[in-house]
């Protein structure tokens, strides 16, 4: 029964063998059935494949040492590109990776040769720039870019970044001054337009400020014992200042460049940024059609010169004779006040204008009228239409601050100034106030007695003394040409038609201007340099050949022309010229002819052109100087007489023509025979 039972036990054990048997099968016959469809061979091609790593290579530039050897620089070490891979790590692991790498970055840049430095920031200042001029509103952000670029690099990157920030702003600068936006308009609502315009124009704006700061900054490394770089620098800014403020006079920041450029003329230093300043300052005032540019730069001039109580160099004070109102102005003024029209008139055809406008006009042909006058005040802004009434108020300004600068030089008596006032005086003499003539002609005076006495001195010292040789000679020779100046600018005063006709009535008393130029014709006719100015060096020094190309003008007359001006003014004036009397005709006529034997060449042919016109008008009252039968005068002539009317001049005869014929120049000797061929048609 045991063993029945063990056998019956055993029989499903056996079945279910099987069953698992025949499972296997069947799945294997699936699995062969399925894996005759694969593409091994195209799975396995598409599997990824493990790279292997490559060695890193060394781009770093070579190094030298300080012993001079050149050799490769080490790469970085393994582990950090290991640790890299993994991405293991803290975070504080990660931030020392960090820190690691940009060690060398700037270990690389500080060892960059500066040739390549200054190739990369011309690329790189270039894509900018060219991004600014494609799209300058959407670029807008740029502009702080540039500013922020040449910050701790080498003066030449600087100087790159400063030239092409003032080629970008002279392209991008509108043609109109930007306001800034109070908050009132802030709080106005606009369009989208408006507020990308506004936001470009403000950002324009600020870039530009940053821009003229950072040359004002610039600028004061101007300094004496500076390094080289910096005088680089700073000459470099300035000229950029110069370049700027006549390229767009007249947009925001115009104050803040003059101010610049006075800066560079208060310092003292004459020299190639000087000029420049100068010449600069000279082109806006002749380019000036608005008048308030002028009047900013005239104003930050006077006072400067003020606060340097006048020691400053002559050639600022010329810079005044380039002004647009010597020739624009049509009012006259003095330190006080300007002379404009009456009033009275003005309002009269104010009235008269009126009456003819009025004229009856509907309600709607009165809005139509008030609205063209509307467009067209806006088409004369947009059009940059000068507003006449405006300048005139603006060059008023001007030339009463002009007026006060010269008076008080003249009062305070600056000796470096004095030529270049006297001068300028006489420039303005046509915008001088008639009521202030009085007063101005006594000044003249007082300083005409000065210099005279001056002379005296210089001359009794030179007698003494012979060691100053050359210094007392400059200032005589600078003591003559005040001279002049003084009764150049006296007779200047007195040329229109105006001033002329109220001497009577202002009891003006021109008789000291003809005696002291009477008096100053022998010793001019000894002076060695009356051809060349007191303000030019010599024609073979080395000085002047480096001042050859200035071209200023101004000043510059030579001793001989002033005293060709002075002897114009007295023998022909321009009204009244035959009421000359006949004595004093004949006293200059022989001074002159006697100066002559001594004056070089170029002045001899001068004075007997002079003398030529002279005998056209009035030959026949100084006939009997070179015709001794026609002798009329008795005693002696005065030739070192003082007073031309009390010379006796008729007493004596024009022998000087005689020698003149024999002059070794023969055009001086043609000049002498056609001048007296004049009187001998007479």
Not at 9 to 15: D, H
Not at 408 to 437: C, V, W
Request: a neutral charge; charged letters at 30%; proline letters at 3%.
């Amino acid at each position: 029964m045991m063993g029945h039972a063990v056998e019956k036990k055993s029989m499903p054990g056996s079945n279910s063998g099987n069953r698992v048997k025949k499972d296997k099968e069947k799945t294997f016959r699936d699995f062969a059935k399925r894996a005759s469809g694969w593409d091994l061979e195209q799975a396995y091609e598409q599997r990824p494949r493990k790279k292997r790593k490559q060695e890193k290579l060394n781009t770093r530039l070579p190094i030298k040492t300080q012993d001079g050897e050149i050799r490769p620089s080490l790469l970085q070490d393994v582990a950090e590109d290991e640790e890299k891979d993994s991405g293991e790590g803290s975070d504080e692991e990660q931030e020392e990776h960090i820190e690691v790498e940009v060690g060398p970055k700037q270990a690389d840049i500080s060892t960059v040769p500066l040739k390549r430095q200054i190739i990369e920031g011309k690329e790189e200042l270039a894509k900018i720039a060219a991004l600014i001029n494609e799209d300058p509103e959407g670029n807008a952000a740029c502009f702080r870019t540039l500013s922020q670029f040449a910050e701790g690099k080498h003066a030449t990157i600087k100087k790159l970044v400063i030239g092409t920030q003032l080629a970008v702003y002279k392209d991008v600068i509108p043609g109109y001054r930007i306001r800034p936006l109070s908050e009132a308009d802030q709080q106005i609502k606009v369009s989208k337009e408006v507020r990308q315009q506004r936001g470009y124009e403000q950002m324009l704006v600020a870039g530009y400020q940053a821009y003229i700061q950072e040359l004002g900054h610039l600028a004061k490394l101007r300094k004496r014992g500076s390094s080289e770089d910096d005088r680089s620098l700073s000459s470099f800014a300035i000229s950029c200042a110069c370049s700027l403020l006549l390229a767009v006079p007249h947009f925001n920041f115009r104050g803040e460049l003059i101010k610049i450029l006075v800066q560079v003329l208060s310092s003292g230093m004459i020299d190639a940024d000087f000029h420049r300043c100068r010449t600069t300052l000279e082109s806006l005032f002749e380019s000036d059609e608005d008048g308030q540019p002028s009047l900013d730069a005239v104003t930050l001039l006077t006072k400067m010169m003020r606060t340097r109580e006048y020691r400053v160099d002559e050639s600022i004070l010329n810079i005044f004779l380039h002004l647009r109102l010597l020739s624009e102005f049509s009012f006259k003024g003095s330190n006080t006040k300007i002379d404009k029209p009456n009033r009275k008139s003005v309002e009269e055809k104010r009235v008269q204008r009126r009456k003819e406008k009025q004229f009856f006009l509907t309600k709607k042909q009165r809005r139509l009228e008030k609205e063209r006058k509307v467009v067209e005040k806006e088409m004369r802004e947009a059009n940059a239409v000068v507003n006449h009434e405006e300048q005139d108020r603006l060059q008023a300004e001007t030339l009463k601050m002009v007026f006060v600068m010269y008076f008080r030089i003249l009062k305070t008596r600056s000796p470096q100034l004095m030529g270049g006032t006297l001068e300028g005086l006489a420039k303005y003499a046509h915008l001088i106030n008639q009521d202030f003539f009085g007063d101005l002609l006594e000044v003249l005076k007082e300083l005409i007695r000065e210099r005279s006495m001056s002379m005296n001195t210089v001359i009794d010292t030179d007698n003494d003394d012979h060691e100053e040789d050359d210094v007392t000679e400059d200032q005589k020779r600078k003591n003559l040409r005040e001279i002049l100046l003084c009764i150049t600018t006296a007779f200047t005063l007195l040329h229109s038609q105006e001033t002329r006709s109220a001497v009577q009535t202002l009891h003006l008393d021109l008789h000291f201007f003809i005696q002291q130029t009477y008096q100053l014709l022998y010793p001019l006719s000894m002076e060695v340099d009356i051809e060349r100015s007191a303000y030019l060096p010599d024609p073979g020094s080395s000085k002047s050949n480096s001042d050859n190309n200035d071209k200023n003008k101004i000043n510059v007359q030579t001793t001989t022309v002033l005293l060709l001006k002075s002897l114009s003014h007295i023998l022909l004036p321009v009204q009244n010229a035959r009421s000359i009397p006949p004595v004093r005709l004949a006293s200059f006529t022989k001074q002159i002819l006697t100066s002559t034997l001594n004056l070089p060449e170029k002045s001899s042919l001068a004075i007997l052109g002079l003398m030529q016109r002279v005998m056209k008008l009035h030959g026949k009252k100084v006939a009997g100087l070179w015709r001794t039968e026609e002798k009329r005068g008795d005693g002696l002539f005065d030739a070192l007489g003082n007073n031309p009317d009390g010379a006796n001049p008729f007493a004596a005869t024009v022998w000087e023509g005689e020698i003149l014929r024999k002059h070794f120049s023969p055009r001086v000797r043609e000049g002498v025979m056609l001048l007296e061929e004049s009187l001998g048609n007479i």
